[in-house]
């Protein structure tokens, strides 16, 4: 099966000349790795390529050589469209925007819909930056020391320092593999992992000095209340829901993030066993079982009420099961 994927993407790619290369809303280190070293392999091939994420990439990943290739817009037409790290079409942001199909889905989520006519969908990689390393030479294109980093940095980043339930024998396979291009895996794990400005620490305490507890869950919220007294402006969570999914005996953790342009972003971290994409499933987000996220448009109580009562049926169906 694989076989006969990869020679479907390799004449896929063969026959365009303008790829346009997206990832999803929101994105992660994941989604920009990806999109830079798959962007900067078919740029390497002859291709004339063009790397959309229309909300940017977030700074900490500004070391990686090919960030600055990032356009937040699509202005040309393309004979071939890849989406990388994207758990369905809408997410790019540019559904409303493109009529075409995908040609290409490259993605690991479980919530996956296969929106493209190729889907490359493997729910067991750690990243999807796993995903192209391991593939992309049958895709008829070549690793290079400034591809090796954007895929490793993704796959860094995407499993926390090789820390999620998903690493595997072969991620860290891949991740060696990888780092034999001569790249530091200290500089990408502090450049994109460690590194934190002191307003956003501040805004970790905020959040931390509000965490809440129940049976099976920890819970805390962020507000542009938060986001002022501290100066932390970046988006999200600065991965606070990080720090909180390591409290001890708790297998659920969830984060709410006011908006500033109104609404609640929620995220969920579950402990192996648990699969936190199922409630987010429910509110139309999606993700891994061990970590999920959704946009809610209500304002944070009420998301809050809803959000804590679906995740407690949820904890309530494991400890009846
Ligand atoms: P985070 O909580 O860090 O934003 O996201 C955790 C995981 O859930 C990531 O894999 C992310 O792509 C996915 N995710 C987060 N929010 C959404 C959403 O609104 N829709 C979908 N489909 N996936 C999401
Ligand atoms: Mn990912």
């Known amino acids: 099966m694989n076989e006969s994927m990869n ?48 909300d940017g990439a977030p700074s900490s990943l500004k070391f990686l050589p090919g960030y600055q290739k990032i356009n937040q817009s699509v202005e040309d037409g393309f004979d071939l469209l890849i989406v990388v790290d994207c758990s369905d079409w809408q997410r790019t942001g540019l559904a409303t925007k493109i009529e075409d199909k995908p040609g290409i889905n490259i993605d690991h989520h479980i919530t996956n819909d296969h929106f493209a006519r190729i889907n490359w969908v493997d ?15 049958s895709w008829g294109l070549e690793l290079n020391q400034e591809i090796a980093r954007a895929l490793l940095t993704a ?16 991620t860290l396979r891949i991740a060696a593999d990888l780092l034999s291009s001569g790249i530091s895996i200290n500089e990408i794990y502090m450049q994109a992992l460690v590194n934190r400005s002191l307003e956003a620490m501040r805004y970790w305490g905020a959040g931390l000095n509000k965490l809440q507890k129940e049976d099976g869950m920890v ?6 209340d938060d986001q002022n007294k501290t100066g932390y402006y970046g988006k999200d969570d600065a991965d606070l829901i990080n720090i909180i999914s390591g409290i001890e005996g708790i297998p659920i953790s969830i984060i709410f993030i006011e908006q500033p342009g ?24 999606g993700g891994h079982p061990a970590a999920a996220g959704a946009m809610f448009d209500s304002g944070l109580k009420e998301v809050q009420e809803i959000v804590i009562r679906n995740t407690r049926k949820l904890l309530n169906n494991y400890k009846s099961s």
Do not use: C, M
């Not at 990689?125 to 030479?137: C, D, F, G, V």
């Not at 796959?155 to 072969?170: C, K």
């Open 7 to 54: 020679n479907l993407i390799r004449q896929e790619i063969s026959k365009a000349q303008k790829v346009l290369l997206v990832s999803h809303i929101r994105p992660d280190g994941d989604a920009i790795g990806s999109l830079i070293g798959l962007g900067l392999a078919l740029e390497a091939a002859g291709k004339n390529v063009n790397l959309v994420s229309i």
């Open 262 to 285: 109104g609404g609640v972003k929620v995220s969920w971290r579950a402990q192996p066993g648990y699969d936190v994409s199922r409630v987010a499933q429910e509110f139309g987000g």
């Open 155 to 170: 796959i860094i980043t995407d499993t926390i320092g090789f820390r999620t339930s998903n690493v595997s024998p072969r």
């Open 219 to 224: 819970w805390t919220s962020l507000t542009l």
């Open 123 to 137: 729910t067991t990689a750690a990243a999807t930056a796993e995903i192209i390393a391991e593939n992309i030479t």
